[in-house]
């Protein structure tokens, strides 16, 4: 591997590294069986890659040993390949691609982020109307209309509305 490659995936084994990755907190936050499944294979993808990265990719490449084929296959042979060898360029990789898509994955964490949040928002408004909703199951039996209506004044305007209109539902 050349050294520009050497050094995009030690940069990117020390990435995820240094992230330190919460995978026991992830874990602790699935409920469905599906989705522990679905995230251990993530998590093995992740593993595999990351190994990948930390071992294959990170070493130097054997050099050749142009002695053993020059006994082989002979001398001029062997120094045509070692010239066009040597004379031949590997660049360095430029990377073009993450510039162009950094910004849409910030944009992306950033309505991410938003919508977490009006999750929890929504969260909380539905538990606090399922908490209302369970102590009017539990009162409804002994409830007066006055004590409903107290509650919920719009129904009352509703109804007084129908009654002010003549109207009787048919």
């Known amino acids: 591997m050349s050294g520009a490659g050497k050094k995009v995936a030690d940069l990117a084994a020390k990435a995820a590294a240094s992230k330190g990755i919460d995978w026991g907190g992830m874990a602790k936050l ?18 595999e890659v990351n190994s990948t990265l930390q071992t294959r990719f990170s070493q130097e490449p054997e050099p050749v040993n142009w002695e053993y084929y020059r006994k082989g296959i002979g001398p001029r042979v062997v120094d045509m390949y070692k010239e066009a060898y040597d004379s031949s360029i590997c660049h360095a990789y430029v990377d073009n691609v993450t510039p162009q898509f950094k910004p849409k994955f910030e944009s992306l964490l950033i309505e991410l982020k938003e919508a977490e949040q009006k999750s929890l928002q929504e969260t ?34 509703k109804f007084d509305d129908e009654i002010r209109n003549d109207y009787w539902g048919y």
Do not use: G
């Not at 699935?30 to 593993?47: C, G, P, T």
């Not at 399922?130 to 129904?155: D, R």
């Open 30 to 47: 699935l409920v469905s069986e599906e989705a522990r499944k679905e995230f251990s294979s993530l998590r093995r993808a992740f593993d």
């Open 124 to 157: 909380e408004r539905l538990e606090k109307e399922i908490a209302e909703v369970q102590e009017l199951k539990k009162k409804i039996s002994t409830m007066t209309a006055n004590e409903y209506f107290e509650k919920h004044p719009e129904v009352k305007k």
